[in-house]
């Protein structure tokens, strides 16, 4: 029997008992009809499933799985493919480990640097977090395991997260916040969303109807089942009645009988626990169909594989006089990450990692170096003094001194936020130190989100490694020697200082309260707009090779609007360069609108000389903006600009399009509208103009220029109805009330 048949032969109980968790991880089963438990373990870049009985918070020790790149380095490849391939190990390792459904990916726009679990999310851009997440979901699904996208929605701090409100007006909702979601569920088709702790707008995600039925299913169309975030239901019967399937940990029978109760006595419809539990059932019925009882997998390949996924996931932000990669030079190893790297995030996306590869091993195939542990994770407090007299030694003795420095666990987890964007003041110290005494250091960072580098003009050399999974000692190894090529881009702004950040003066706001004030002005759309210096944009990253942008073409008209352009490596290492497409609006648009946004992205790989052709494609969507007054994605007509770059600050080619809008008026009219909107609905000049004329004071010259904007401005911001105050008795209610209407009339025509 398929799902909606079993739900039809359950009793209530039965059903209210699908909607709530057995234990911490796993469903009700339902034994009369042979309906098993699904197992769901925590994600996204590692499987972390408890290895013994589940405890209460779920902490016990967990399976040994492998830690591959967190989230924040695979945005940075820039590479659907890879994020896709990253999906399908781990669907092998659920399906190895009887894991139904993984938590996973999170799909949380990149608000703030400061967020703790920024490490965990993909971007500071919706286009690009969108394309990662639904790609990361396709691969996972490939293998018969369901993907759970989270947190929905607007999850974008830890600071009191199962309280805070998130007020955010629609417009920055469906550009940003949801837009990320919105693109990973519809490409993705994930089986799974997870909802956030929070509040969107005055209500908590996980009894949102908006969010859960208006958006997510009736603007989207998803069709599988909610689920909350562990411990994030507030009212279960309020949850399931506004879009809610599934309500995570257990709550014993507790919620269930609340549920029954409220069937019974009116609160909540049947139907709607009928809707919730057969969802719930048809996700666990998948999960038993597409079981693989036989699965297996190859612990030491997905271990290589790891680091070949790190290497992609690097980010070269700095390179003078070519220094890297390294080549026969004396070298010092320094910093304690170069022997036990940092890897992985804190918090629930732990994992217990197979085979952990630090830089100090793998180098040994390579060339011999020094080492000088440097520092240790005491980062408000001075080291032992013996560490930096050895670090300053051996540095003194390299010709290069690679110093492996980053933020320690204790500076982003889940759980909590930054402070501050600054490094442990004693890796500053060694930093410092190092510097006076060789000129040719490197630094290679192990962090999770970006740091301030106020040292940034003393060293060479910048190799951002994010948390690069357990082989990312290896990964490091391969890129500073120049086995591969760097290839990686920031998929997240850098400033300079936190004080330049959009959000600075409301993160993470006051008591439970988050006011969203800086709108669709989020990263790099604010740096843009608004002229400011960064220490590396969105997009920027280096590479061992120098690439030549051919001249852009528009191959097509019509609803999708095709971009090429030519590509070259014009020198001597095989390498891969991100292409990336920026939109800028017409001028004097109806809205404030970023300055630039990314529409599109390619990865080519170009051997020396090579040529390939980069086709972007952009449709009506990618020219829209969403209008609050009209509830909908609106195109204006005008001249757009088509820029093409290997970074946001690094634009290479341009081509202008004009577009001609959707005709659809962003004015409702009533008596409120003004005159200076309404005069814009084509025809409305010959019905408003005598009016207008009443205004002219007798005389006036037409050279007054000053009366003339006076006067403009004046009746340009005057409603309708302000004719009233103005016209006396002739400001009758019946010509307010044809003027309305003619209006209307000819809104109507226009389209």
């Not at 490849?77 to 894991?99: I, K, N, P, T, W």
């Not at 975030?229 to 279960?236: L, N, P, T």
């Not at 020198?571 to 109806?590: F, N, R």
Request: proline share 4%.
């Amino acid at each position: 029997m398929n799902a909606k048949e079993i739900i039809e032969q359950l009793t209530l109980e039965e059903k209210a008992s699908l909607c709530s968790g057995l234990d911490f991880w796993h469903t009700k089963p339902i034994p009369r009809f042979s309906i098993p438990s699904m197992m769901m373990c925590d994600g996204p870049h590692g499987l972390r499933k408890q290895a013994s009985e589940s405890d209460q918070l779920g902490m016990n020790a967990s399976v040994v799985a492998t830690a591959f790149p967190t989230a924040a380095g695979i945005a940075a490849s820039f590479d659907r493919e890879l994020a896709e391939m990253l999906g399908g190990l781990l669907g092998e390792e659920c399906q190895a480990e009887d894991v139904g459904l993984i938590l996973g990916p999170g799909a949380n726009i990149k608000r703030s640097p400061l967020c703790g679990r920024n490490f965990e999310y993909y971007s500071e851009d919706p286009f690009l977090s969108g394309e990662m997440a639904a790609a990361h979901i396709r691969g996972v699904q490939a293998k018969g395991v369901g993907a759970c996208v989270k947190h929905f929605a607007v999850n974008n701090q830890e600071t009191r997260r199962m309280t805070a409100d998130a007020l955010v007006d629609e417009r920055a909702l469906r550009e940003i916040y949801l837009a990320s979601f919105e693109r990973a569920v519809k490409q993705g088709e994930p089986w799974s969303v997870m909802c956030s702790y929070n509040k969107v707008n005055g209500e908590y995600a996980s009894q949102n109807a908006w969010l859960l039925n208006n958006v997510l299913r009736g603007d989207w169309g998803f069709d599988g089942f909610t689920v909350t975030d562990w411990g994030a239901s507030v009212d279960h019967v309020k949850g399931v009645a506004a879009g809610l399937d599934l309500e995570m940990p257990t709550t014993g029978s507790l919620e269930d009988r609340r549920l029954v109760d409220a069937a019974r006595s009116g609160k909540i419809s049947e139907a709607a626990i009928d809707t919730a539990a057969r969802r719930v059932l048809e996700g666990v019925l998948r999960a038993r169909k597409s079981r693989d009882t036989s699965a297996i997998y190859d612990r030491e390949t997905h271990h290589h594989m790891a680091r070949k996924i790190a290497r992609e996931t690097a980010v070269l932000l700095k390179n003078d006089g070519g220094l890297l990669p390294l080549s026969g030079q004396r070298v010092a190893f320094i910093g304690k990450y170069a022997a036990k790297p940092r890897y992985q995030g804190a918090g629930s996306s732990h994992i217990h990692a197979y085979a952990v590869t630090c830089a100090l091993e793998a180098v040994r195939s390579v060339a011999q170096v020094t080492y000088a542990q440097g520092f240790d994770d005491a980062p408000d407090a001075r080291d032992n003094p013996s560490l930096l007299i050895e670090a300053i030694a051996a540095a003194r003795a390299a010709e290069v001194a690679v110093l492996f420095v980053g933020l320690p666990d204790s500076y982003e987890s889940e759980g909590f936020d930054r402070t501050h964007l600054r490094l442990p003041n004693n890796q500053i110290e060694l930093i410092r130190e190092v510097c006076a005494v060789n000129s040719n250091v490197v630094a290679v960072l192990h962090n999770g989100a970006p740091i301030e580098m106020p040292w940034i003009s003393d060293v060479k050399a910048v190799l951002e490694m994010y948390l690069g999974g357990e082989a990312v000692g290896g990964a490091a190894v391969d890129l500073l020697w120049g086995a591969v090529s760097p290839c990686g881009k920031l998929a997240e702004t850098f400033p300079l200082k936190l004080s330049d950040t959009p959000c600075y003066t409301s993160f993470p706001g006051d008591y439970d309260t988050v006011r969203y004030g800086e709108g669709v002005f989020v990263g790099y759309r604010h740096y843009a707009t608004v002229g400011k210096q960064t220490l590396f944009p969105f997009g920027h990253g280096l590479s061992y090779t120098r690439f030549e942008y051919g001249k852009p073409t528009i191959l097509s008209g019509g609803t999708v609007r095709k971009v090429s352009l030519d590509i070259t490596n014009i020198g001597d290492v095989c390498a891969k360069e991100i292409v990336q497409l920026y939109l800028s609006p017409p001028t004097g648009g109806a809205v404030s609108r970023p300055a630039q946004e990314l529409k599109g992205f390619e990865k080519l790989s170009l051997e020396p000389g090579e040529t390939k052709t980069c086709l972007f494609e952009l449709d009506s969507r990618a020219f829209s903006y969403w209008d609050e007054r009209v509830s909908r994605w609106v195109v204006e007509s005008g001249e757009y600009v088509i820029q093409l770059g290997a970074s946001s600050a690094d634009i290479r080619q341009s081509i202008s399009i004009m577009i001609e809008g959707d005709g659809v008026s962003a004015i409702a009219v009533s008596q409120d509208t003004t005159f200076g909107d309404a005069i814009s609905i084509p025809g409305a000049t010959q019905v408003l103009e005598p009016l207008l004329q009443r205004f002219l004071p007798p005389g006036m010259h037409s050279d007054d220029d000053g009366m003339k904007r006076m006067l403009d401005a004046t009746i340009g911001y005057m409603p309708i109805h302000g004719l009233r105050g103005f016209f006396g008795d002739a400001g009758t209610d019946e010509l307010i009330d044809s003027i309305v209407a003619d209006l209307k009339r000819l809104q109507q025509s226009s389209h």
